[in-house]
């Protein structure tokens, strides 16, 4: 778990995120990114992304993560849904809403 943004995944394939220390965004990314090396994630047919980050560190967990997993989705609490915002299987299209 990082300093500056912490990254952990729980059951069911859900990535709990979350601000750490107060730090300007060129330093979350890379703790994030080092945070998320260390789970050394296998992947799987569905990732869920659950809690706050910044427009840069959302962007980093796509990249790293989109690799590995058919299709990403993140929580929107506004909807009470996971999103699907990236997918690479059929079975899970853009903008899909998903318990």
Do not use: W
């Not at 890379?30 to 992947?43: M, R």
């Not at 990732?47 to 299709?71: C, D, F, Q, W």
């Not at 009470?80 to 853009?94: D, I, Q, R, W």
């Amino acid at each position: 778990m990082g300093k500056y943004f912490s990254v952990n995944l729980l059951e069911d394939d859900i990535l709990k995120i979350g601000f750490g220390e107060p730090a300007q965004n060129d330093v979350i990314v890379a703790d994030a990114k080092a945070s998320l090396e260390e789970l050394n994630l296998q992947g799987g047919k569905l990732l869920r992304v659950n809690g706050p980050a910044s427009l840069p560190v959302s962007m980093l967990i796509s990249h790293e993560t989109g690799h590995k997993y058919g299709a990403i989705a993140c929580f929107d609490p506004k909807l009470g849904k996971y999103v699907v915002a990236v997918s690479h299987n059929p079975e899970f299209v853009l903008g899909q809403l998903i318990n």
